[in-house]
C-alpha cells in the first residue's frame, strides 16, 4: 500500500527527521537531486533506471552522449531551487554543458538552497530567469523545472509562465512538482495551458496532486526517489489523516455452494430500460457472486429472459412484492440505481430495499432520488455504498462540491472524507481520479493514471459495471469499504487488460484474466 501525502504532511515528515537527528536538510537535498539525475541518466539512455517508475516515457528526444549533451535548470526561490541548483551541480560532473537561471534576488536565497547555490557558483554562473527567451530552446536542451514545488501557494508569475510556455518543445524533467500544479489538489494555478513535464521525479512518497484531477496529464511519467526517510514512513499521520492508493483485497474462494458465496439482487427500470441492471448482474456474477438475481417490473419481464442465462430473474411488481424476494434471507446484498427510473414508485422500492439493512450499492437514479428525498436520505445505513460522479456528487452534496471548486486548501479526499460523514456510509466518488472515503476518515484514490490509464473506460455504462462489481463483492461477505476499494480497482484493471475500443460489456468478460492474474 503507498499514501499519498500532502505538501504539509511531507513537510512535518522532513521537520521530524531533521529534528531527531535521522538526516539533515542538506543531506536530503543532495538525495532529492541526485535521484532526479540518476532519473534523467536512465531516461536519456533508455534503460531502466534505478527508480520505480510509473507510466510511459517518450524517447528522449534532446541531444545526446555523442552528439553532446545540455540541460537548462530553471531555480525557484525555495528549495525546489535548492534541488535545481544539485542537479546543475550533478549533471556538470556527468558531463552535460548546463545552465542556471533563477527566478529572483540570489540573495534572498536561504538555508540549504544558498549553501547549493553556492557551490554551483564555483562551477558556472546563475541568470535572472527573465533571461531566458525562446530562441535559446530550439537546441532541444533538456530542461530541469526546478522553479517550485510543494511550497507553491499563489497563481505563477508572469515571468515563469512565459519560460514555461518557450520549453514546450524541449524535454522536461519537473522537480518534486511540475511547477504551477498544485501538490495538495492536482489543479494548475494558472490561467494559460502550460506544457506538460515528460519525467517529474517526486521524493519519499507521491502526493495527492500527482494523482487527483490533472495531476497525471501534467506529471507525464511519475517516479519516485528515496531521500534517506525510507525507514520513516509516514509517521505520526492517524489512520484519517492519511490517504493511500487503492489495493484489492484476497479474492480468493474457499469452497462451499453457491449461496455460500452470497446472493445479489439488482433492480432493473422498466421496458427497454434493463441493459444498465444486466451489466451491473453480470459484474456481480463476474466477481464471485454465487448467484444474482435481476429484479424488473412484470412488463419488462420477456425482454430480461430473452437475455440472462446463468443470471435470475424475478418479476418485482410492487413495494409488496419486492418485500416478499426481501423475505429471502439468503439475498445479501443489494445493486439499485442503473437505468432503475425516477418515478414515485421507485422512491418506495428504494425505501424498502433500504428497510432491509442489507449491504447495498446505491447509484444513478437512486442517488437522484436521494438528493431529492431528505426520508430516503435518513434510511441510509453503514452497509451503503454511494456511488456518484461529479454531477450526482454535486446534487446530493452541493456544499462540498462548492466547496472543492473553490476553496484552495480543499482537495477531493477531504470533500469526500466530508461526504461519508455527512451520510454515515462509503462513498466512491467516480472520475479518473477515483475517491472512496468511510465514515471514520479511511481513504483511497484509484487512480487510472499512468500505467493504469485507461482514458476508454469512459464509455456508456461503464459505472455500471462499476456498481455490480461491488455489490457482488459484498454479496461475497466483503466489507462495503473492502468491495468499494476492490470493485474500483478490478474495475481500472480490466480496462487496462483489455485496452482500446472496449465497451462496459467487455468489462466483466475481462475479469477472469485479472482474477486469474492476482492470484498466480
Ligand atoms: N528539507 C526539505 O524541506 C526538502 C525539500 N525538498 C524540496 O523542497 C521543495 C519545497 O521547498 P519550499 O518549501 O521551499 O517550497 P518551493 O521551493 O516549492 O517554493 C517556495 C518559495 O516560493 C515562493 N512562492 C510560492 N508560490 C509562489 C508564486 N506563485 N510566485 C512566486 N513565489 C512563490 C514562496 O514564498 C517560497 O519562497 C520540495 O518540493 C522539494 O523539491 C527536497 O530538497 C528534499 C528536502
Ligand atoms: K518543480
Same mark, same amino acid.
Given at each position: 500500500?503507498?499514501e499519498?501525502?500532502?505538501?504539509?504532511?511531507?513537510?512535518?515528515?522532513?521537520?521530524?527527521?531533521?529534528?531527531t537527528?535521522?538526516?539533515?536538510?542538506?543531506?536530503?537535498?543532495?538525495?532529492?537531486?541526485?535521484?532526479?539525475?540518476?532519473?534523467?541518466?536512465?531516461?536519456?539512455?533508455?534503460?531502466?533506471?534505478?527508480?520505480?517508475?510509473h507510466?510511459?516515457?517518450?524517447?528522449?528526444?534532446?541531444?545526446?552522449?555523442?552528439?553532446?549533451?545540455?540541460?537548462?535548470?530553471?531555480?525557484?526561490?525555495?528549495?525546489?531551487g535548492?534541488?535545481?541548483?544539485?542537479?546543475?551541480?550533478?549533471?556538470h560532473?556527468?558531463?552535460?554543458?548546463?545552465?542556471?537561471f533563477l527566478?529572483?534576488?540570489?540573495?534572498?536565497?536561504?538555508?540549504?538552497?544558498?549553501t547549493?547555490?553556492?557551490?554551483?557558483?564555483?562551477?558556472?554562473d546563475?541568470?535572472?530567469?527573465?533571461?531566458?527567451?525562446?530562441?535559446?530552446w530550439?537546441k532541444?536542451?533538456?530542461?530541469?523545472?526546478?522553479?517550485f514545488?510543494?511550497g507553491?501557494?499563489?497563481?505563477?508569475?508572469?515571468?515563469?509562465?512565459n519560460v514555461?510556455?518557450?520549453?514546450?518543445?524541449? /524535454?522536461?524533467?519537473?522537480?518534486?512538482? /511540475?511547477?504551477?500544479?498544485?501538490?495538495?489538489?492536482?489543479?494548475?494555478?494558472?490561467?494559460?495551458s502550460?506544457?506538460a513535464?515528460?519525467?517529474?521525479?517526486t521524493?519519499?512518497?507521491?502526493?495527492?496532486?500527482?494523482?487527483?484531477?490533472?495531476?497525471?496529464?501534467?506529471?507525464?511519467?511519475?517516479?519516485?526517489?528515496?531521500?534517506g526517510?525510507?525507514?520513516?514512513?509516514?509517521a505520526?499521520?492517524?489512520?484519517?489523516?492519511?490517504?493511500?492508493?487503492?489495493?484489492p483485497?484476497?479474492?480468493?474462494?474457499?469452497?462451499?455452494?453457491?449461496?455460500?458465496?452470497?446472493?445479489?439482487l439488482?433492480?432493473?427500470?422498466?421496458?427497454?430500460?434493463g441493459?444498465?441492471?444486466r451489466?451491473?448482474?453480470?459484474?456481480?456474477?463476474?466477481?464471485?457472486?454465487?448467484?444474482?438475481?435481476?429484479?424488473?417490473?412484470?412488463?419488462?419481464?420477456?425482454?430480461?429472459?430473452?437475455?440472462?442465462?446463468?443470471?435470475m430473474?424475478?418479476?418485482?411488481?410492487?413495494?409488496?412484492?419486492?418485500?416478499?424476494?426481501?423475505?429471502?434471507?439468503?439475498?445479501?446484498?443489494?445493486?439499485?440505481?442503473?437505468?432503475?427510473?425516477?418515478?414515485?414508485d421507485?422512491?418506495?422500492?428504494?425505501?424498502?430495499?433500504?428497510?432491509?439493512?442489507?449491504?447495498?450499492v446505491?447509484?444513478?437514479?437512486?442517488?437522484?432520488?436521494?438528493?431529492?428525498d431528505?426520508d430516503?436520505?435518513?434510511?441510509?445505513?453503514?452497509?451503503?455504498?454511494?456511488?456518484?460522479h461529479?454531477?450526482?456528487?454535486?446534487r446530493?452534496?452541493p456544499?462540498?462540491?462548492?466547496?472543492?471548486?473553490?476553496?484552495?486548501?480543499?482537495?477531493?479526499?477531504?470533500?469526500?472524507?466530508?461526504?461519508?460523514?455527512?451520510?454515515?456510509?462509503?462513498?466512491v466518488?467516480?472520475?479518473?481520479?477515483?475517491v472512496?472515503?468511510?465514515?471514520?476518515g479511511?481513504?483511497?484514490?484509484?487512480?487510472?493514471?499512468?500505467?493504469?490509464?485507461?482514458?476508454w473506460l469512459?464509455t456508456?455504462?461503464?459505472?455500471?459495471?462499476?456498481?455490480?462489481?461491488?455489490?457482488?463483492?459484498?454479496?461475497?461477505?466483503?466489507?462495503?469499504?473492502?468491495?468499494?476499494?476492490?470493485?474500483?480497482?478490478?474495475?481500472?484493471?480490466?480496462?487496462?487488460?483489455?485496452?482500446?475500443g472496449l465497451?462496459a460489456?467487455?468489462?466483466?468478460?475481462?475479469?477472469?484474466n485479472?482474477l486469474?492474474?492476482?492470484?498466480?
Open positions: 500500500m503507498t499519498l501525502l500532502t505538501s504539509a504532511q511531507m513537510r512535518a515528515i522532513e521537520a521530524d527527521a531533521i529534528a537527528g535521522h538526516v539533515s536538510g542538506l543531506e536530503m537535498m543532495e538525495a532529492a537531486g541526485s535521484g532526479v539525475v540518476a532519473a534523467i541518466l536512465a531516461w536519456r539512455d533508455g534503460r531502466d533506471g534505478p527508480l520505480s517508475l507510466g510511459k516515457l517518450p524517447r528522449f528526444f534532446g541531444q545526446t552522449v555523442e552528439t553532446g549533451a545540455s540541460a537548462v535548470v530553471l531555480c525557484g526561490p525555495g528549495n525546489n535548492g534541488d535545481g541548483f544539485v542537479i546543475g551541480r550533478l549533471l560532473r556527468a558531463g552535460w554543458a548546463v545552465e542556471v527566478l529572483g534576488d540570489p540573495e534572498a536565497l536561504r538555508g540549504d538552497a544558498r547549493n547555490y553556492e557551490h554551483w557558483l564555483e562551477i558556472g546563475v541568470r535572472p530567469l527573465s533571461d531566458c527567451t525562446s530562441d535559446r530550439i532541444q536542451t533538456l530542461v530541469v523545472d526546478a522553479l514545488g510543494t507553491l501557494t499563489r497563481h505563477l508569475p508572469d515571468v515563469v509562465e514555461l510556455m518557450a520549453t514546450a518543445n524541449c /524535454p522536461r524533467v519537473a522537480v518534486d512538482v /511540475p511547477s504551477g500544479l498544485c501538490a495538495d489538489r492536482g489543479v494548475v494555478l494558472s490561467e494559460r502550460l506544457p513535464a515528460h519525467l517529474t521525479v521524493f519519499h512518497r507521491p502526493k495527492l496532486g500527482h494523482l487527483l484531477a490533472d495531476g497525471p496529464t501534467q506529471c507525464g511519467a511519475l517516479a519516485v526517489a528515496d531521500i526517510l525510507a525507514a520513516r514512513g509516514i505520526p499521520f492517524k489512520h484519517d489523516q492519511v490517504v493511500s492508493e487503492a489495493v483485497s484476497d479474492l480468493r474462494k474457499q469452497q462451499g455452494h453457491k449461496y455460500s458465496h452470497g446472493h445479489a439488482v433492480l432493473s427500470g422498466g421496458v427497454g430500460r441493459g444498465a441492471a451489466l451491473a448482474a453480470r459484474a456481480a456474477l463476474r466477481v464471485g457472486a454465487g448467484a444474482v438475481t435481476i429484479g424488473c417490473p412484470p412488463a419488462a419481464m420477456i425482454e430480461n429472459a430473452a437475455q440472462l442465462n446463468a443470471i430473474l424475478q418479476a418485482v411488481g410492487d413495494v409488496g412484492a419486492l418485500d416478499a424476494i426481501l423475505d429471502d434471507s439468503r439475498i445479501n446484498a443489494l445493486c439499485v440505481g442503473p437505468g432503475f427510473g425516477l418515478s414515485e421507485r422512491a418506495d422500492k428504494l425505501h424498502a430495499l433500504l428497510k432491509s439493512g442489507r449491504a447495498a446505491i447509484d444513478a437514479d437512486a442517488l437522484t432520488l436521494l438528493s431529492k431528505a430516503l436520505r435518513g434510511a441510509l445505513h453503514g452497509k451503503c455504498v454511494l456511488t456518484p461529479a454531477g450526482e456528487f454535486a446530493l452534496f456544499d462540498l462540491a462548492d466547496a472543492m471548486d473553490s476553496t484552495p486548501d480543499r482537495n477531493k479526499t477531504e470533500i469526500v472524507r466530508m461526504a461519508a460523514a455527512d451520510v454515515g456510509c462509503v462513498v466518488f467516480k472520475g479518473a481520479d477515483t472512496i472515503a468511510d465514515p471514520t479511511t481513504c483511497c484514490v484509484n487512480a487510472s493514471a499512468y500505467h493504469r490509464a485507461a482514458p469512459a456508456a455504462g461503464s459505472g455500471d459495471v462499476l456498481a455490480g462489481l461491488i455489490a457482488g463483492l459484498m454479496a461475497r461477505g466483503v466489507t462495503p469499504w473492502d468491495a468499494a476499494q476492490t470493485g474500483a480497482w478490478l474495475h481500472t484493471e480490466s480496462a487496462v487488460s483489455f485496452g482500446p465497451i460489456e467487455d468489462l466483466p468478460e475481462e475479469l477472469p485479472v486469474q492474474n492476482i492470484a498466480s
